[in-house]
């Protein structure tokens, strides 16, 4: 459930999604214990003949659904530790886990005969999921903003400026939204709600988003044109929020890491305020000329000497990260916040435990949500 006020509450959405990991996780080690403890009880029961309770085979219909549903929920689950499986991919193999809840259910009526409480459970989770499904899938909850102007910021990087046509969000600096672009003068949007870092905010409650050319709707997004209907949900995220809660709360020296796209949270952090002690502010792109937003952060970077720009072409981050981290004053006492892809953090993460930086230094954005 991405919910704003409910994600606050909970500490984020960060929070919540460890939270459905481990409870997932924990449940499904429970739901494979469960066919093993009657098994164990069969045969303490009738000494020895428990593990005819494991065979499906000769088992009644109801038995045989639930050995079903555990299947598709192993199915499930299995997508999930499946690091190298592409987004959209796994999230077709994590519906199964739903088809795996509803079989485990029926398989549990069809056993009790009496669902008693059964029931309840049954109609939380179908309204949980009916909240989650028109709240947030379909946005009735959604602000309504408009695209007010289109600028392209690099090849493939387009950023729109967007303005609230009801009430703004309340936003911070590097939070990010769930946006779904409608359709326009010229231009079809995809419906559907992505996950978008916010770029810049202005006191009139207009924002800006930076949009890379990642799939199917984000390149749709690169043809986008002022006038276009856009809904908004959030705001979202709690990185680099201790920098705009707190900016004095901490004493040592910043690195600041980004890796293409992931540079939107610094961007609008600097756009807001640029932090007063040291930051070295490493950005690996593919391409370094038309990487996005070059120019406003070397102009940034002149304007504050506490501020130093290493900017690079990178293609494989685990080489070159370390001659540039060996260049960073200071190292052992900076705080780490990075935003990219999963192979930089991790080789980020790999070469600051080789320099001593115990593993809660670094702090990283995911941009996809698993
Ligand atoms: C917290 C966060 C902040 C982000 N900020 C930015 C940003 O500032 N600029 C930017 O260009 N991109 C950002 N992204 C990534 C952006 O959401 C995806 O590029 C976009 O959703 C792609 O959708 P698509 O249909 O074009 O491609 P798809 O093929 O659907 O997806 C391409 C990749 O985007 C990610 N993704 C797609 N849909 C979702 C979703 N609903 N939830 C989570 N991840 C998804 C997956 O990693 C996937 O592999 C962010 C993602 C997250 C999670």
Redesign the pocket.
């Known amino acids: 459930m991405r919910e704003a006020r409910l994600a606050r509450h909970l500490g984020g959405i960060e929070a919540m999604l460890r939270g459905h990991h481990v409870s997932g996780t924990l449940g499904y080690a429970l739901l494979l214990l469960h066919p093993l403890a009657l098994a164990v009880d069969e045969a303490l029961q009738d000494g020895g003949g428990g593990w005819a309770v494991l065979d499906p085979h000769g088992q009644g219909s109801a038995v045989q659904l639930g050995w079903l549903g555990l299947l598709l929920l192993m199915a499930g689950l299995g997508s999930t530790f499946s690091l190298h499986l ?3 991919r796994w999230r077709a193999w994590h519906h199964l886990l739903g088809a795996g809840v509803v079989l485990g259910l029926v398989h549990v009526e069809r056993l009790l005969g009496d669902p008693g409480l059964l029931w309840l459970l049954a109609a939380v989770a179908t309204l949980a999921l009916a909240l989650r499904y028109l709240a947030l899938d379909r946005g009735l909850m959604a602000l309504p903003f408009r695209v007010a102007a289109v600028r392209h910021a690099a090849p493939q990087v387009v950023e729109a400026t967007l303005e609230p046509l009801a009430s703004a969000l309340p936003l911070q600096p590097g939070q ?1 939204v769930l946006l779904a672009f409608g359709d326009g003068p010229g231009f079809r949007g ?1 419906g559907r ?5 916010v ?1 810049d905010i202005d006191a009139r409650g207009r924002l800006r ?4 050319a ?6 749709q997004a690169q043809a986008l044109k002022p006038g276009t209907t856009v809904r908004l949900q959030g705001p979202f ?1 709690t990185f680099l929020q201790d920098e705009v809660d707190r900016p004095d709360g901490h004493r040592g020296p910043w690195l600041w890491v980004a890796g293409g ?1 992931g540079i ?1 949270p610094f961007i609008a952090v600097l756009r807001h305020a640029v932090p007063t002690r040291p930051l070295t502010l490493v950005y690996l792109v593919a391409d370094p000329a038309p990487a996005a937003f070059a120019d406003e952060l070397r102009q940034i970077a002149d304007r504050h000497p506490q501020l130093s720009l290493r900017m690079q072409g990178s293609r494989d981050a685990a080489a070159d990260l370390p001659p540039l981290l060996d260049r960073v004053p200071d190292l052992a006492r900076c705080q780490v916040r990075a935003c990219g892809p999963a192979p930089l953090v991790q080789a980020l993460r790999d070469a600051l435990a080789a320099r001593g930086l115990p593993a809660d230094a670094v702090q990283a ?5 698993r």
């Open positions: 592409r987004w959209r990010f995809c709600f992505h996950p978008f870092t770029s988003v930076a949009i890379k990642l799939g199917p709707c984000s390149t995220g796209i939107t954005e995911r941009f996809d949500f």
